[in-house]
């Protein structure tokens, strides 16, 4: 029993040295706080963020990097970790050591004693400051507003299985389906796909990919907007935003051990055009106008163009379709484990048609003493679009069929009454 305590102790040693490192090496914020919003720890990312090193903010208030006209924010923090909340991504702006302010994202978590007791709270801090955009009236009654930001997302954690290296696989290519005109390279020959050579529980360690030469994540997006107050008090506004997200894992690439943790696609091949991802440029449209109509009737009505959901192409190895074999590879053992289904497309590729909706609305305020009530009508879907939102993702004779298309047009009618 002594023998197995003393393993477990040295076990959770190791794993609290690994975390510590983790947090220590993290290019975001990570700090911790009392219930009453004394600072407890401080990595060296909020040292880069903020300018304060450790020693000059644990024992000190959090509110020593909030703006003054900001310290509401950290009251109604406080009063959410208390009853247990979680804050998401709020974005904010925070205060510098030497005065300047800069854009922060920031998550924040209660945390509780071995009790369940709420003792401080957890937060992660990441600097969005590098966002740039303008606001001007064109002429009176109308602005119109143009953005750009790009966001680094870092803290990025690799997986090395310690069991495994790269003589542990066998590579091999897959042939892809031909005269498919849908299908890039069709009829040609996809490699970087590899298979285990035997059965082997995995060892997993979790660190910072930058030990191994980083993951890229960058989201790059433009923002137009045009708001204008024509005459009758009807208000229209639209605009137009574009956005991608490119990810670049290659530097796991030629290491058979080390996978991404946070990839979705872990079916992918271990090439290029797969690791370092460019999505499409997809516009998305927006537009609403609302107007008083006679009778005290608000009218409103919303018009939506967004991109199509992006397909993917997921082929069953070795299978076959009306006789034909779909697939094959070029293995030339049978496959350690059941033959696997592997993506032979790269993720941002492929997307369905847009999908379009226009939804109204009308609504009446109606005051009787001290309660009012505010009847609504309002029409989803008015033009019955049945715009695909989900296709099959599997290849083969039913790949690209719709899976879920837009509800169709229905009406909600409701009350709301406030007394």
Known sequence: MNEQTEAFGSRAAEINSMLAAIVDSSDDAIVSKSIEGIVTSWNKGA????????????????????????????????????????????????????????????????????????????????????????????????????????????????????????????????????????????????????????NIAPNNLIFNSSKVGGIDDIYDGFDFDVNARLPGNALISGGLSWGRERINTCTLKDDLSLTAPASARTSDPRADAFCDTHPNWNPQIKGQVAYRLPWDISFSATYQSLSGPEIRAQCPVNSTVSGAPLCPASL????????????????????????????????????????????????????????????????????????????????????????
């Open 47 to 198: 040292e880069r963020i903020f300018g304060f090193l450790a020693a000059e903010m644990i024992g000190q208030p959090i509110t020593k990097i909030i703006p003054q006209d900001r310290l509401h924010e950290e009251t109604e923090i406080l009063r959410r970790i208390r009853a247990g909340e979680r804050v998401d991504h709020f974005e904010t702006i925070r205060q510098r050591k030497d005065g300047t302010l800069i854009d922060v994202s920031v998550t924040i978590s209660p945390m509780r004693d071995e009790t369940g007791t709420i003792i401080g709270a957890s937060k992660i801090a990441r600097d969005v400051t590098m966002q740039k955009s303008v606001q001007r009236e064109l002429v009176p009654r109308v602005s119109a507003y143009a953005g750009y930001s790009r966001r680094w997302y870092g803290n990025l954690f690799a997986t090395r299985n310690l069991a495994v290296s790269n003589a542990d696989f066998t590579p091999y290519c897959v042939t892809l389906p031909a005269n498919d005109s849908r299908l890039p390279g069709t009829g040609t020959q996809q490699c970087g796909y590899f298979d285990v050579n035997r």
């Open 332 to 419: 030339s053992r049978p496959f350690t484990g059941a033959a696997p289904t592997v993506d032979i497309v790269s993720a941002g590729l492929i997307y369905g048609d847009r999908i379009y909706q226009t939804d109204i609305r009308f609504s009446r305020t109606i005051r009787t003493g001290h309660t009012t009530v505010r009847p609504t009508v309002s029409v989803y879907n008015l033009f019955n679009s049945n715009a695909v939102q989900t296709y099959t993702n599997t290849y083969g004779l039913a790949w690209q069929a719709p899976q879920t298309i837009m509800q169709s047009r229905f009406v909600d009618i409701g009350v709301q009454v406030d007394f």
